[in-house]
């Protein structure tokens, strides 16, 4: 009888993976704007070229002063060189590395506080509405950066700046975007049989990568063709499309209308063992701390994690200001890394599998893989000394492949070490790692406004050996951990 409907019809659950993955992209296309108009913000925002004396901008009382060319991104310079002698507007305001950190750090600092309270709203709301409110927060906070003002020292005293209406928006956009995840989970909980869901799951969660692969394109474009101020009301408003589809198409499995007996069946029966789980007991997190093995997960994650942050958050900036690429090139250079970073995924997660499908131990394979990963890690030290921007973007290629692989099987750790029942609450744990990429993004701000990019990528080139032994030391035998209750 189920045979007379489609397979998308007998398959509507994988339609919801589909939707998860779709706004992930969008997810992290929103947040990815920023990092790549950074280098155009950075401009000072009226300069002029005179063939003499170089490049000249404007001072707060209308002086000319002389700037270095580096101050300047590829286009901002041909527009001047193009108009001698005449002052042009670069649509940036000279947003400096410091002040760029600080925006990032609200961002984060936000997304922090965020991930418990979504979880929450979550459970309260349910899916179908709990998403549909954070998702139309952080897409009207995406638009709002739009109309950031920039209001100069009246009377000596600073009504406003546009990087704080940039860091009050950052904010409103983490608070929103951290509950992408919280949501897709439950929402795949809702949907799959206990068996699917580590598919599925890999399904939504390859949306975070593939918009960060999507988005260094598409940001230069509308800038190139629209100016940097419509970028976030493209990038917000767009994906109210999405909400549309969202709030036709999602219901429980058992409350949808187009849903088959044989798919209904198939979904429940296999979420009886996760039902009777969810009955259990679960334990405070202060009470899982008495255990080295939830240590040996989140001391290597607040190591390791700031790194990829710093080249989600940097590298646009890194490669346009430090390297002199135009924004088509560095479209193109942006998405090489996050490429390798996809593959890292699949391949770090996959040879630890099939090491343990030949034999080896999980506890031989996952070190294997990590151990490996983490000591690829410093390539990094080399990126600063490579004389092609090419070179540096193979380099951090290597780099984020070599994350990725790493913080997969550091993912799947807490799986491996406690009862189901406990294994969200020790990622949890692990989670707040992100504390720490947050403060780091202010060390980030300082290190390349008062020096160079030479002592990021020095450090980002330590951390995982550093975590890579953490783990060994604290972490023990990867096997089953018995809990008290």
């Known amino acids: 009888m189920e045979k007379k409907y489609g397979a998308l019809r007998r398959n509507l659950r994988w339609i919801v993976a589909g939707m998860l993955c779709l706004v992930t992209i969008i997810n992290y296309i929103d947040r990815q704007t920023l990092s790549v108009i950074k280098p155009i913000l950075a401009n000072p925002k009226i300069v002029r070229y005179v063939p003499d004396a170089g490049f000249q901008r404007q001072d707060d009382k209308g002086t000319a002063v002389a700037i270095e060319d580096k101050k300047l991104n590829a286009e901002a310079q041909s527009d001047a060189r193009s108009h001698p002698n005449v002052w042009r507007d670069t649509d940036g305001f000279g947003m400096t590395d410091q002040q760029y950190s600080y925006v990032t750090f609200t961002f984060l600092f936000a997304y922090v506080i965020a991930q418990a309270l979504s979880g929450i709203l979550m459970d309260k709301l349910g899916t179908r509405i709990g998403f549909a409110l954070i998702f139309s927060w952080w897409s009207v906070a995406t638009v709002c950066h739009r109309f950031s003002t920039h209001i100069v020292p009246v009377q000596g005293q600073i009504l406003a700046t546009l990087f704080v209406s940039f860091a009050f928006w950052r904010a409103m956009l983490g608070l929103g975007e951290a509950g992408n995840w919280p949501g897709a989970i439950k929402s795949i909980a809702e949907w799959f049989p206990a068996k699917e869901r580590g598919f599925a799951t890999g399904v939504f969660n390859m949306g975070s990568s593939t918009g960060a692969i999507v988005a260094p394109g598409l940001v230069a474009w509308i800038y190139l063709n629209y100016g940097w101020r419509n970028v976030f009301l493209l990038a917000g408003a767009c994906g109210f499309v999405w909400l549309v589809g969202w709030l036709l198409f999602y219901r429980l499995p058992r409350q949808h209308p187009l849903i088959t007996q044989a798919e209904l069946v198939y979904i429940e029966s296999g979420q009886e063992s996760t039902a009777r789980e969810e009955r259990t007991e679960k334990l405070p997190w202060f009470r899982l701390l008495r ?64 090491l343990i499908r030949h034999g080896w131990t999980v506890n031989k394979a996952r070190k294997t893989v990590m151990v490996a990963s983490a000591f690829l890690m410093p390539c990094a030290l080399f990126i600063f000394t490579a004389k092609s921007p090419w070179t540096a973007v193979a380099l951090i290629s290597l780099a984020t492949f070599a994350h990725q692989s790493w913080s997969t099987n550091m993912l799947i750790l807490p799986a491996d070490l406690f009862p189901q029942r406990v294994v969200a609450s020790v990622t949890g744990i692990g989670g707040v790692s992100i504390i720490a990429s947050a403060a780091a993004q202010l060390s980030i701000g300082y290190a390349i406004a008062h020096f160079s990019y030479a002592p990021v990528f020095t450090v980002a080139g330590l951390l995982h050996p550093m975590a890579a032994i953490m783990m060994l030391i604290l972490l023990g035998r990867i096997r089953h951990t018995e809990i008290e209750d």
Do not use: H, N
Not at 313 to 333: D, E, F, H, N, T
Not at 334 to 352: E, N, R
């Open 291 to 354: 255990y080295r093995q939830v240590w040996g997960i989140l001391i290597p994650r607040l190591l390791s994690e700031p790194v990829w942050w710093f080249y989600l958050l940097w590298l646009p900036g890194y490669l346009v200001q430090a390297r002199g690429l135009s924004l088509g090139k560095m479209a193109i250079g942006a998405m090489v890394p996050y490429i390798t970073a996809d593959l890292g995924c699949l391949i770090g997660g996959g040879a630890s599998s099939l």
